[in-house]
């Protein structure tokens, strides 16, 4: 069974602060990673995707993927309120099939 | 670029009666998804076709879930009976490679 997990949260930050969001994932086979972000009553939008080991910059946004560990993260910086919102962690195991973490729910605070 | 269509938006259902979704993939998009999003959760896989064949249907109930994807372009999908746990957010998705594109989703309460 391949399983993405994620900290359901609610993670609260500071504006003007680095969010960490953070996902672990169980196939060691998995060849890509992507970060939606959902706003409540929205559907998902994508904000970022990672296939390589190391950082993916764009904008305020970094992706870190550690195939080693089998570990994903996101960092947004300079958090703004706007970045308040749930983030999906999604891996592709195959087949372009994504399977999705619960979500963490992100709170910036003004 | 016109981005997935969904509809209807909203539907209430009681328990044991059925329901149709319909969804319009971007223009071009080989792949289409429908996925079962209940509140505080991740979205879920139920049906994934290449073109007009599926792909992936192991997460489909079938015993009461039916999809259709007839030319290869617009799908339905189908609940009938519905029960009170079908209550979720439907999501149509579409992609040409691995990158997906979501619709905004049909929110479905059964009573």
């Known amino acids: 069974q391949k399983e993405v997990e994620q900290n359901s949260g609610p993670l609260s930050v500071p504006e003007g602060a680095i969010a960490s969001l953070n996902c672990t994932y169980s196939?060691?086979?998995?060849?890509?990673f992507f970060w939606y972000r959902q706003y409540s009553g929205k559907s998902p939008e994508l904000i970022m995707f990672?296939?390589?080991?190391g950082d993916k910059e764009d904008g305020r946004f970094t992706a870190q993927l550690n195939k080693a560990s089998q570990y994903v993260s996101l960092l947004i910086r300079d958090s703004q309120p706007s970045d308040s919102a749930t983030y999906l962690c999604?891996?592709?195991?195959?087949?372009?099939?994504?399977?999705f973490g619960t979500g963490t729910r992100l709170t910036i605070i003004p | 670029e016109a981005g997935v269509a969904q509809s209807p938006r909203y539907k209430i259902i009681e328990k044991r009666q059925s329901v149709a979704f319909w969804c319009n993939p971007i223009?071009?998009?080989?792949?289409l998804y429908w996925y079962q999003q209940i509140l505080g959760q991740g979205p879920k896989l139920l049906i994934q076709?290449?073109?007009?064949?599926?792909?992936?249907d192991s997460q489909l109930p079938k015993d009461r879930f039916s999809a259709e994807r007839l030319k290869g372009v617009d799908s339905t999908l189908k609940i009938q009976p519905a029960k009170l746990e079908d209550s979720a957010v439907y999501l149509c998705?579409?992609?040409?490679?691995?990158?997906?594109?979501f619709g905004q989703g049909t929110r479905l309460t059964v009573v």
């Open positions: 998705a579409s992609s040409l490679d691995t990158q997906q594109f």
């Open positions: 196939d060691r086979g998995s060849q890509s």
């Open positions: 990672i296939y390589s080991n």
């Open positions: 999604a891996g592709n195991f195959g087949n372009e099939k994504l399977t």
């Open positions: 223009s071009g998009h080989a792949t």
């Open positions: 076709f290449q073109n007009n064949g599926v792909v992936d």
